[in-house]
């Protein structure tokens, strides 16, 4: 049997701000085509492993590799090139332009036609065509984050990370966003989710890593980490 490739993998990572140390030799991987889900509550060092990942951040140790090849200190466009492509927190979307003028600036971060980004986008998200005109600002927050999503998806990108997902959504939004996950992950493109709400993530998940204080506590399918996912959100259930 073929063993599966990785799209990432994150190798003893340890980074922090200034003096205080964040990350704690965090390893784990994402193979390719799956959707992986880190989780753990606030504070537990999530989005500065994704800011490592991303290249925002520079780790103290550790490396980070991007479909085998080491990626630690290369620039924004350079990972981009490499087909990583990141939705931050708060979504960067232009909210002073429409939703069209959104994607037609798509294209130039692509090479992919901006006429056919667009026809695919509408297709993807119908909700988007319908609010075409309209200011991406205005935009509710679940057509915001279909915007950004549609903005990452235009870079034929080889591993997504997703941070926050459902930040401020109602619930019914969050749903229908993670089915779009989903059938990202069945494109064969890879995705790291980043998600302090858990069960919604690991609906469409391969795979859950949860983390607390900075470290990995468990790394299994969805069924087999729920009593650590407990017990990282105090008992609380996830």
Not at 2 to 19: F, H, K, P, S
Not at 211 to 234: C, F, H, W
């Amino acid at each position: 049997m073929t063993e599966r490739r990785n799209a990432l993998d994150v190798i003893e990572l340890t980074a922090g701000y200034g003096r205080i140390e964040v990350l704690h030799s965090v390893s784990f991987s994402v193979p390719v085509g799956a959707v992986v889900a880190l989780l753990g509550p606030n504070g537990a060092g999530k989005t500065t492993t994704l800011n490592c990942i991303s290249g925002v951040l520079s780790p103290t140790s550790g490396h980070v590799h991007l479909n085998g090849h080491h990626v630690n200190g290369a620039a924004a466009d350079k990972l981009a090139r490499a087909g990583l492509c990141t939705i931050p927190e708060g979504r960067g979307i232009f909210p002073n332009l429409t939703v069209t003028e959104n994607i037609s600036l798509f294209g130039f971060a692509s090479e992919t036609n901006s006429k056919d980004i667009e026809e695919r986008t509408f297709t993807q998200f119908p909700r988007l065509q319908e609010r075409r005109s309209q200011l991406a600002g205005k935009l509710s927050g679940g057509e915001q984050q279909m915007l950004a999503m549609a903005r990452a998806l235009s870079s034929d990108p080889a591993v997504l990370l997703l941070d926050e997902l459902s930040m401020g959504l109602a619930p019914k939004i969050v749903e229908d966003l993670y089915e779009i996950v989903a059938d990202i992950g069945q494109q064969g493109i890879s995705v790291l989710v980043v998600e302090q709400f858990a069960r919604r993530a690991l609906a469409v998940a391969q795979l859950g890593i949860v983390m607390v204080q900075g470290r990995i506590t468990a790394v299994g399918e969805p069924a087999d980490i729920y009593d650590e996912l407990s017990a990282a959100y105090l008992g609380g259930a996830a």
